[in-house]
C-alpha cells in the first residue's frame, strides 16, 4: 500500500501541465478542400496522416474562388491539396499566387475535360456536333468557378459547337442515373 501511494504522490508531483515552459506548443492546421469526392479523399487521408504526428486538424469546406481568395491568400485555411495546376486553377495562381507558397505535386498527369458516355462513338470535340441530339445540346459542368468550367466556354467557342453549357452541383446524381444522356465536364 505504501509503494502504491508513494507511486501516486511522484506521478501528482511530476505533472508539468501545469508549467507552460514545459509543454510542448499544440500543433494545428487548417486544410481547405472542394465538395469534389477526388478532394474529400484527399483531405481525408492528409488529415489522418497530420494526426498521426501529432496534429489537430481543422477541414474546411470551401468553394474553389473563396479557396483561393480568403482561404489559402488571407490565411483563413493553412493548405490545401484540391489545386488542379497548372491548368484547371491557373487563373486563381495568376491573381493570388503571390500571397500563397506552392510546397510541391501530389498528383501528376491529370487530365481534364468532356467526357461521353462508352454508347457514344466519338473521340474528339470536332466530332460533338455530330451527336448533339444525343445530348440535348447540353453540357453539364461542375461547380461554377471551376477552371474547367472556363475551358469549357472556350472551348464551345473555338470549335463552334452547338451546345448550351451550365454548372450544376448535384452532378454526380446525373452521371449515376440509369439513363445516361449528358455530355459532362470530366477530371
Not at 54 to 72: C, F, M, N, S, T
Not at 79 to 108: F, Q, R
Not at 124 to 138: R, W
Given at each position: 500500500?505504501?509503494?502504491?501511494?508513494?507511486?501516486?504522490?511522484?506521478?501528482?508531483?511530476?505533472?508539468?501541465?501545469?508549467?507552460?515552459?514545459?509543454?510542448?506548443?499544440?500543433?494545428?492546421?487548417?486544410?481547405?478542400?472542394?465538395?469534389?469526392?477526388?478532394?474529400?479523399?484527399?483531405?481525408?487521408v492528409?488529415?489522418?496522416?497530420?494526426?498521426?504526428?501529432?496534429?489537430?486538424?481543422?477541414?474546411?469546406?470551401?468553394?474553389?474562388?473563396?479557396?483561393?481568395?480568403?482561404g489559402?491568400?488571407?490565411?483563413?485555411v493553412?493548405?490545401?491539396?484540391?489545386?488542379?495546376?497548372?491548368?484547371s486553377?491557373?487563373?486563381?495562381?495568376d491573381?493570388?499566387?503571390?500571397s500563397?507558397?506552392?510546397?510541391?505535386?501530389?498528383?501528376?498527369?491529370?487530365k481534364?475535360g468532356?467526357?461521353?458516355?462508352?454508347?457514344?462513338?466519338?473521340?474528339?470535340?470536332?466530332?460533338?456536333?455530330?451527336?448533339?441530339?444525343?445530348?440535348?445540346?447540353?453540357?453539364?459542368?461542375?461547380?461554377p468557378?471551376?477552371?474547367?468550367?472556363?475551358?469549357?466556354?472556350?472551348?464551345?467557342?473555338?470549335?463552334?459547337?452547338?451546345?448550351?453549357?451550365?454548372?450544376?452541383?448535384?452532378?454526380?446524381?446525373?452521371?449515376?442515373?440509369?439513363?445516361?444522356?449528358?455530355?459532362?465536364?470530366?477530371?
Amino acid at each position: 500500500m505504501l509503494v502504491l501511494l508513494s507511486a501516486i504522490l511522484v506521478a501528482g508531483c511530476t505533472n508539468n501541465a501545469a508549467d507552460p515552459s514545459t509543454t510542448a506548443p499544440t500543433k494545428e492546421v487548417s486544410i481547405g478542400y472542394m465538395l469534389w469526392d477526388t478532394e474529400i479523399a484527399s483531405a481525408n487521408v492528409l488529415k489522418t496522416v497530420l494526426e498521426q504526428e501529432g496534429y489537430d486538424v481543422e477541414l474546411k469546406v470551401v468553394a474553389v474562388g473563396p479557396l483561393y481568395q480568403g482561404g489559402l491568400a488571407d490565411g483563413q485555411v493553412d493548405m490545401t491539396i484540391s489545386s488542379w495546376m497548372p491548368t484547371s486553377h491557373a487563373s486563381y495562381w495568376d491573381t493570388y499566387g503571390d500571397s500563397i507558397d506552392k510546397v510541391g505535386t501530389n498528383l501528376e498527369g491529370a487530365k481534364i475535360g468532356l467526357v461521353v458516355p462508352s454508347y457514344v462513338t466519338i473521340d474528339s470535340i470536332e466530332e460533338m456536333n455530330s451527336v448533339k441530339d444525343k445530348f440535348d445540346g447540353k453540357i453539364t459542368g461542375i461547380e461554377p468557378g471551376a477552371g474547367v468550367m472556363g475551358l469549357t466556354d472556350k472551348a464551345i467557342e473555338e470549335y463552334g459547337l452547338d451546345y448550351t453549357f451550365s454548372p450544376h452541383r448535384a452532378l454526380p446524381w446525373q452521371v449515376s442515373s440509369p439513363v445516361h444522356t449528358q455530355m459532362v465536364t470530366g477530371l
